[in-house]
């Protein structure tokens, strides 16, 4: 078990998808810097592509996602058709340069649109881009998950997909506004697998309201019972006051801090014993997923989808809000999809905010990936060594960090304050943090 240090996690911080994080976006950054950097990739870089779903049938009260009810055909319609036009303007401003190895599909819940409409789209990006075969990931909610979707995935390619299922427990997914029966991700898990999904994730979290150890554990047991390849155990983060439908989630019935680190000491505990592959601190996946693989020899990656084995240096976001990663340029769409449709119709890059990232920012980029990803990072191209130092002087203390010369090591029991230790590498974090999440 690991051992709480509660001083060590009393600040919130970033979850760190990215360095610099979203909270250093700003207008400065627009449609001639996104163009700019499409048209400095080269006809070698490997590229990601990422498709923006923006929509749900029903809206959970814990999501912090950009999403709206798809109650409305007219409206997704409007949208999906503005999504293809997106396509082919970013495809004729690359002009066949870069090589697309990977789309994936996020929301929202990609299959709230028609499994039809999934196919076009899919056909449509790697036409446009040129992509032979890519590797194909799509979000799914299992609630309205039906055999015409899984079709649409054997139709696409599609080899991997993440089932959002929080928790198994009834009176939990009341209170987080997500009710899905235990009998819908069954049916969705075995809808995957007779369509030929190699990777399936299941998403959970933990620190929910009136959530127990125990009831954690049966969550777990019951996502291994269905053979889930990959599982991200989650920290819910309650930020109200930045998303206010979590206003409808009782506060009072939340876990405490001490709570929360022993229901992440358990997941930990519980899927390491049961032969997964600790990926991060999150993370977990048999020793034969493609994921586990990266871990083991050194290619883990993390980026604004989490941790990954895509190692690819540029990623392309389409639809609203979807953001953009250059090695010098953070970018994102218009969150409004009202100024986001006015953008594409007009033949313009939807880009509205971001931030360049100068020479010191990549260096830091990479130095707190692979803290995060490898357990150690060369800090040697970074300046202020020593306040970095000082900064975690208490982690060196407990003998949860040590250095050689200028690499900073973590130690296995510091996998927990992870995040926290990556936070001495942010030059822009200061002490108000209201923003960010719980540290664990």
Request: charged share 20%; hydrophobic share 45%.
């Given at each position: 078990?690991?051992?709480?240090?509660?001083?060590?996690?009393?600040?919130?911080?970033?979850?760190?998808?990215?360095?610099?994080?979203?909270?250093?976006?700003?207008?400065g950054?627009?449609?001639?810097?996104?163009?700019?950097?499409?048209?400095?990739?080269s006809?070698?870089?490997?590229?990601?592509?990422?498709?923006?779903?923006?929509?749900?049938?029903?809206?959970?009260?814990?999501?912090?996602?950009?999403?709206?009810?798809?109650?409305?055909t007219?409206?997704?319609?409007?949208?999906?058709?503005?999504?293809?036009?997106?396509?082919?303007?970013?495809?004729?401003?690359?002009?066949?340069r870069?090589r697309?190895?990977?789309i994936?599909?996020?929301?929202?819940?990609?299959n709230?649109?028609?499994?039809?409409?999934?196919?076009?789209?899919?056909?449509q990006?790697?036409?446009?881009?040129?992509?032979?075969?890519?590797?194909?990931?799509?979000e799914?909610?299992?609630?309205?998950f039906?055999?015409?979707?899984a079709?649409?995935?054997?139709?696409?390619?599609?080899?991997r997909?993440?089932?959002?299922?929080?928790?198994?427990?009834p009176?939990?997914?009341?209170?987080i506004?997500?009710?899905?029966?235990?009998?819908?991700?069954?049916?969705?898990?075995?809808?995957?697998?007779?369509?030929g999904?190699?990777?399936?994730?299941?998403?959970?979290?933990?620190?929910?309201?009136?959530?127990?150890?125990?009831?954690?554990?049966?969550?777990?047991e019951?996502?291994?019972?269905?053979g889930?390849?990959?599982?991200?155990v989650?920290?819910?983060?309650?930020?109200?006051?930045?998303?206010?439908?979590?206003?409808r989630?009782?506060?009072?019935?939340?876990?405490?801090?001490?709570?929360?680190?022993e229901?992440?000491?358990?997941?930990?505990?519980?899927?390491?014993?049961?032969?997964?592959?600790?990926?991060?601190?999150?993370?977990?996946?048999?020793?034969?997923?493609a994921?586990?693989?990266?871990?083991?020899?050194?290619?883990?990656?993390?980026?604004?989808q989490?941790f990954?084995?895509?190692?690819?240096?540029?990623l392309?976001?389409?639809?609203?809000?979807?953001?953009?990663?250059?090695?010098d340029?953070?970018?994102?769409?218009?969150k409004?999809?009202?100024?986001?449709?006015?953008?594409?119709?007009?033949?313009?890059?939807?880009?509205?905010?971001?931030?360049?990232r100068?020479?010191?920012?990549?260096?830091?980029?990479?130095?707190?990936?692979?803290?995060?990803?490898?357990?150690?990072?060369?800090?040697?191209?970074?300046?202020?060594?020593?306040?970095?130092?000082?900064?975690?002087?208490?982690?060196?203390?407990?003998?949860?960090?040590?250095?050689?010369?200028?690499v900073l090591?973590?130690?296995?029991e510091?996998?927990?304050?992870?995040?926290?230790?990556?936070?001495?590498?942010?030059?822009?974090?200061?002490?108000?943090?209201?923003?960010?999440?719980?540290?664990?």
């Open positions: 078990m690991w051992t709480y240090h509660a001083d060590l996690l009393a600040t919130p911080v970033p979850r760190y998808t990215s360095y610099p994080t979203a909270a250093e976006f700003g207008e950054v627009g449609p001639a810097e996104m163009g700019a950097a499409l048209d400095r990739v006809p070698e870089t490997e590229l990601s592509l990422y498709l923006h779903i923006p929509f749900c049938r029903e809206i959970c009260w814990y999501c912090g996602c950009n999403t709206g009810a798809a109650n409305r007219a409206r997704l319609d409007a949208y999906l058709a503005r999504l293809s036009e997106e396509i082919d303007l970013v495809a004729r401003r690359l002009d066949g870069g697309v190895g990977r994936a599909f996020g929301g929202g819940s990609p709230a649109i028609a499994p039809e409409a999934f196919v076009r789209l899919v056909a990006a790697r036409a446009a881009f040129g992509a032979d075969a890519p590797v194909v990931s799509v799914v909610d299992p609630r309205g039906d055999a015409a979707w079709s649409a995935l054997v139709e696409s390619g599609a080899r997909v993440s089932l959002g299922v929080q928790t198994f427990d009176a939990i997914q009341a209170a506004g997500r009710v899905q029966p235990h009998a819908d991700i069954v049916a969705t898990v075995t809808l995957l697998r007779s369509a999904i190699d990777s399936i994730n299941f998403d959970l979290m933990y620190g929910l309201p009136g959530q127990t150890a125990e009831l954690l554990r049966d969550s777990i019951a996502s291994i019972a269905l889930a390849d990959r599982l991200a989650f920290g819910y983060a309650h930020v109200p006051h930045l998303i206010p439908r979590q206003r989630i009782d506060a009072s019935a939340l876990p405490d801090a001490a709570a929360r680190f229901q992440a000491a358990l997941a930990h505990d519980l899927l390491v014993s049961d032969g997964y592959a600790a990926i991060g601190f999150d993370h977990f996946a048999t020793p034969g997923d994921i586990a693989r990266a871990a083991r020899e050194g290619r883990l990656r993390r980026n604004f989490g990954t084995e895509d190692e690819a240096e540029v392309i976001g389409l639809g609203a809000s979807a953001i953009s990663q250059f090695p340029l953070l970018v994102q769409n218009e409004n999809a009202g100024r986001w449709h006015m953008a594409v119709s007009s033949g313009r890059l939807a880009a509205a905010r971001g931030v360049r100068s020479t010191d920012d990549q260096w830091r980029a990479a130095a707190i990936e692979e803290l995060l990803c490898q357990g150690r990072a060369d800090l040697g191209g970074i300046a202020g060594r020593g306040e970095i130092a000082l900064r975690l002087a208490r982690f060196a203390a407990l003998k949860l960090v040590r250095w050689e010369g200028s090591l973590l130690a296995p510091a996998l927990p304050y992870a995040r926290v230790i990556a936070s001495a590498l942010d030059r822009y974090r200061g002490p108000a943090a209201t923003r960010f999440s719980s540290a664990v």
